[in-house]
């Protein structure tokens, strides 16, 4: 018999125990208990009564308002947080300093001052504690398989993309008192909602180059925009459009990329598997390569689930995931020029907002100025 041994779990602390942390997170960390890669050991709420009812209908040992008291009496492995954009930063910096990893709902931050002082915390060493985000549909089956045939170059170049977030959000919606505003959510559509399918298309089409945008507040009374589009160019010469909405009553979320050879697309809402995925070959194709194309292997959902079991392994591996340090800083650093562009009225290159940018601090660079949204004519529902 082998002498060798599994690692122990994880030992893992969820803060936060709202709607996010029931219905996606601990779905997922229950699936890897029962594969004895994790262990819920404690739940954080600064809601008394939510935390302990989250804690009783998950059997969580250790419940706290506070979220000193768990990393000083519990000191979990790893921290994954479920709270209010605005508190990442303090709570991501303290969880790395306790020795924790970290794994943080988006958006990551309020700005890219907040990122940076999270990444700043982290100790650098390739076995050390570091933050990663919840960026889920980089991954499953099919994301894995289509970020490889662009990587490999399997249908040619990259020329034309197009990256959609429409969705809907009513009044009842932003009647959560941090949504909507600067300073607690650090932007509107383009940052709380089409920022998956943003990450999404930034990883598969790789470094972007510029970007130029437009924002406005066409319907909610809300200090955000509702509604954003933005012209991209990529280094590699391909360009495309990035529309994000909260107004659109018939919801969904698409990428489109066409290439050399072949158009590579998926349509879903929330989460995408194989059957989301078409690729259609140019003219002149042979049918077995695109045959090869289509063969996306076992079904794996893009999911929570997914993506942990990723970051499970990278962290046993000692490895960076994805989505931790600039993996998880691109994407931020775009939604960041985009809202740069869309109140300057300027394209903003890649790389160029920094430490002395009123942008780099907040995304809206200290003055947005917005037209009111419009009235409703009378009889419209609100």
């Not at 924790?100 to 700043?120: F, H, N, R, T």
């Not at 941090?178 to 709380?192: D, F, H, S």
Request: glycine letters at 10%; a negative charge; proline letters at 8%.
């Amino acid at each position: 018999m082998s002498s060798h041994r599994s690692p122990r779990p994880l030992r893992t602390a969820v803060v936060g125990t709202g709607g996010i942390a029931r219905a996606t997170h601990l779905p997922a960390l229950r699936t890897l208990a029962a594969e004895g890669a994790v262990d819920v050991v404690a739940a954080v709420d600064t809601d008394a009564g939510s935390v302990a009812r989250f804690a009783d209908d998950f059997a969580v040992p250790y419940r706290t308002t506070e979220f000193a008291a768990v990393l000083t009496e519990v000191r979990p492995d790893l921290v994954v947080l479920c709270t209010p954009p605005a508190v990442h930063r303090e709570q991501a910096v303290a969880a790395l300093r306790a020795g924790a990893w970290v794994w943080c709902e988006k958006p990551p931050c309020p700005s890219l001052a907040d990122y940076d002082a999270v990444l700043a915390a982290e100790r650098g060493g390739s076995a050390d504690p570091y933050a990663a985000i919840v960026f889920q549909h980089r991954f499953g089956s099919a994301a894995r398989h289509v970020r490889r045939l662009l990587r490999e170059g399997a249908c040619g170049r990259p020329l034309v993309a197009h990256c959609q977030t429409t969705w809907y959000r009513d009044a009842a919606y932003y009647a959560v008192p941090w949504r909507g505003r600067w300073a607690t959510e650090g932007g509107g559509p383009a940052m709380g909602h089409g920022i998956h399918q943003t990450d999404l298309l930034l990883d598969l089409m790789g470094p972007w180059q510029e970007v130029h945008g437009m924002a406005a507040r066409l319907v909610h009374d809300v200090e955000t925009e509702d509604v954003s589009t933005a012209q991209v160019r990529f280094a590699g010469g391909a360009l495309a459009t990035v529309v994000n909405s909260v107004l659109s009553p018939d919801e969904v979320s698409r990428i489109r990329i066409d290439c050399e050879h072949a158009t590579v697309e998926v349509s879903h809402l929330y989460g995408h598997r194989n059957a989301d995925w078409r690729i259609t070959p140019a003219p002149g194709v042979p049918e077995e390569t695109a045959a090869a194309w289509r063969d996306f292997g076992a079904d794996e959902p893009s999911s929570h689930l997914a993506q942990l079991r990723e970051l499970v392994a990278d962290i046993r591996a000692g490895r960076r995931h994805a989505t931790s340090g600039p993996g998880g800083r691109r994407t931020l650093e775009f939604i960041t020029a985009l809202y740069k562009s869309a109140f300057t009225g300027a394209s903003v290159p890649a790389g160029s907002i920094g430490p002395g940018d009123p942008y780099y601090t907040q995304l809206h660079g200290g003055a947005p100025q917005w037209a009111p949204a419009a009235p409703r004519p009378e009889g419209t529902p609100a």
